[in-house]
């Protein structure tokens, strides 16, 4: 979406586009610049912004880790936790600020609820027959409805349980086996990724893509798709681009072309439930929507764009939070063995593994999970939202279709809100802790990395489920070690910002048996 910008490939071809359209761009700069001053005047009071350059705007402010650069100079230049920043040629508002937050998410959020238009992700998503990318309005609503009340439910979340208990066992027997043949370190990135995807696999389409090697296939064009939608998109930021025939064409034919491998997988996916070859006893998500097909008037495109963001909002998201909370126990190995003595004090001793029901006291999880969303969101920008006409937050006026960045990373470590906030530290979440109260389903504006209001994130109790099912089995039966080479308060955590924040280091961890 708009604000995910590739790091590795931002700079250079934000210069390179500068280059060409630096000199034949002057003209139509300043007369859009005094169009938009006249604008100006009849907006009211805009929020603040830093200075910034000609043509640009505050781009090159951004740079490689937005929401760390987008917290500092909010820190400098926003009033009320609101600022406006230009994003090339787009106006942008960047909310920073818990009461900013409740404005945009709660009090105003049937006005500020769409999205910006993304050529990109139209391209993708046969013109946004999505949820995600899908601008406000009633096909957003019915495909949101669909979501909420047939494939996400709790009541559905936990018909899942069997398959993701079956598939933390499979994790768990690698992590096994390579804790038995005593080697120095496991790739928990490639691990957990797997598993992640698995799931979710497992989730959407029950068996079928257990044939033909489809796991690895949708692997591979999940990273097509992050590439394409996370990627530096110059029209986001300069959509004059996109009034130039061969541009236009070239970002289409690109997005065309992933889009033609998702249609090749998911077509023969689907066809097989139509055929009903196979009887599952719980359905899957793809069942549920072909039982639902009528009532919604789903086309067979609606449905693959409804599976395309299934699958994209779901595998990167949970995956990296497991990578984190692993990262965070190793340096901070007081938390480890708290965890441990509650996940062994209440599984009975020898059980082969953590089952959900044994998950319910386990209250020191929770938090853990807790305290890590906090501190490292994996969106942490959430989904871009736009605003549908103009809304009037503090006295500032927020203009008509102007993208909106809400910096959740910024929220969570918020130092005028949170107790010690920089510091992992999961008490604060437990009875007696400063934020018991507190909690990330979109009603604490302080912390929201699912978002909240009408955009909130309609998976928020499948991936709970997943974290704490797969987070207890790790830690039951493992012990964990950096690698020798590493020293434990090293765990690298250096973050790449894609379309969700990444770790740049690959989790590398040394397994051994607590018990075989
Ligand atoms: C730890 C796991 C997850 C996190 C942190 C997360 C976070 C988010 C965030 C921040 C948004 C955007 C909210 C906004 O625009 O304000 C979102 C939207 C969304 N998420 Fe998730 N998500 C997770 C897991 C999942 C899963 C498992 C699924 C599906 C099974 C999913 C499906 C979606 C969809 C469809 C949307 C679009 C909602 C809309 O635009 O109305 N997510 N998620």
């Not at 238009?117 to 946004?128: E, G, I, K, Q, R």
């Not at 768990?172 to 390579?178: C, E, F, R």
């Not at 930021?237 to 992933?258: E, H, N, T």
């Amino acid at each position: 979406m708009m604000m995910s910008i590739r790091v590795e490939t931002m700079l250079p071809q934000a210069l390179l586009f500068l280059a060409l359209f630096l000199s034949y761009v002057a003209l139509l700069h300043l007369a859009k610049r005094s169009k938009s001053k006249q604008q100006q005047k009849g907006h009211g009071r805009l929020p603040p912004s830093p200075p910034g350059l000609p043509l640009i705007g505050h781009l090159h402010l951004v740079g490689f880790l937005p929401h760390v650069s987008l917290r500092r100079l909010a820190g400098k230049y926003s009033r009320d936790g609101l600022m406006l920043v230009r994003l090339g040629s787009v106006p942008t508002l960047v909310v920073s600020s818990r009461h900013a937050a409740e404005a945009v998410m709660r009090t105003h959020d049937h006005l500020l609820a769409s999205r910006p238009p993304s050529t990109v992700a139209h391209a993708l998503l046969n013109d946004s027959l999505d949820v995600a990318f899908a601008t406000y309005g009633d096909h957003w609503r019915q495909a949101k409805k669909l979501l909420t009340t047939h494939l996400l439910t709790v009541r559905k979340v936990q018909s899942y349980r069997v398959g993701r208990e079956e598939e933390v066992r499979l994790a768990m027997a690698k992590v096994s086996d390579a804790a038995k043949e005593g080697l120095q370190a496991v790739d928990m990135s490639e691990l957990l990724y797997a598993f992640t995807t698995d799931l979710m696999c497992r989730a959407v389409s029950g068996r079928f893509f257990k044939v033909d090697d489809r796991s690895r296939r949708f692997r591979e064009l999940l990273d097509a798709t992050a590439a394409l939608i996370g990627g530096f998109n110059a029209e986001d930021y300069f959509p004059w681009l996109l009034r130039v025939g061969v541009y236009r064409r070239v970002i289409c034919a690109k997005a065309k072309k992933v889009r033609k491998r998702w249609d090749e997988l998911l077509d023969k996916v689907i066809d097989a439930h139509e055929g009903k070859q196979v009887h599952q006893q719980e359905p899957d998500f793809i069942e549920v929507l072909l039982s639902h097909q009528h009532e919604y008037g789903l086309t067979r495109d609606h449905l693959k764009a409804l599976l395309i963001d299934i699958f994209f909002g779901g595998t990167d998201t949970s995956y990296l939070v497991l990578e984190f909370v692993m990262a965070e126990l190793l340096r901070n190995p007081q938390v480890m063995s708290k965890l441990q003595d509650e996940v062994r004090r209440i599984v009975h001793k020898g059980q082969e593994m953590v089952t959900e029901d044994d998950l319910t006291g386990m209250n020191y999880l929770k938090a853990v999970i807790k305290e890590t969303l906090r501190l490292h969101p994996p969106a942490p920008l959430l989904a871009p939202h736009c605003s549908m006409t103009d809304v009037h937050i503090n006295g500032y006026t927020v203009p008509a279709n102007i993208p909106i960045i809400i910096n959740a990373w910024a929220l969570g470590r918020d130092a005028t809100v949170w107790e010690d906030a920089e510091d992992f530290k999961p008490e604060r979440f437990m009875d007696t802790g400063s934020d018991a109260d507190i909690n990330f389903k979109g009603n604490d504006f302080q912390f929201v990395p699912f978002g909240s209001g009408r955009r909130i994130c309609p998976g928020m109790n499948f991936s709970i489920s997943t974290l704490e099912i797969m987070l207890a089995n790790l830690v039951y039966r493992f012990n964990w070690e950096v690698p020798a080479a590493k020293e434990k308060a090293n765990v690298d955590m250096t973050e790449v910002f894609w379309l969700t924040v990444h770790r740049k280091e690959k989790l590398l961890l040394v397994p051994k048996m607590f018990f075989v």
